[in-house]
């Protein structure tokens, strides 16, 4: 079992930055994939960015050059660092783990960029 707790949502304007941090319940060194998804109002989830455990990355297309993944296993955490964002990017933004053959969520962090 993995718990995860987002935060660092909030209202943004665009071309602001915001930094969400996921913090797992044990050790994420042993979590094969983790990463942050996204899902606006009426649409379906979609994927943000992944890091394996190797740290290696993988975006959206849409993030690309915008928003960085990356991870802290001494403190459990993964982070996204968001800049540049847009009135597109609002969203509940979820942290998600891989880890052994299940998939654990947590409870999203809301995102809103607007002026």
């Known amino acids: 079992q993995v718990q995860l707790v987002e935060s660092g949502g909030g209202l943004v304007q665009p071309g602001g930055s915001l930094r969400l941090s996921c913090a797992a319940s044990?050790?994420?060194?042993?979590?094969?994939?983790m990463g942050w998804y996204r899902q606006a109002p009426g649409k379906q989830r979609e994927l943000v960015a992944v890091?394996?455990?190797?740290?290696?990355?993988t975006y959206a297309d849409s993030m690309k050059g915008r928003f960085t993944i990356s991870r802290d296993n001494a403190k459990n955490t993964v982070y996204l660092q968001m800049n540049s964002l847009k009135s597109e990017d609002t969203a509940v933004y979820y942290c998600?783990?891989?880890?052994?053959?299940?998939?654990?969520w947590g409870q999203g962090t809301p995102v809103t960029v607007s002026s």
């Open positions: 998600n783990a891989h880890f052994m053959t299940s998939d654990f």
């Open positions: 890091i394996t455990n190797t740290g290696h990355t």
């Open positions: 044990r050790s994420i060194f042993s979590i094969a994939i």
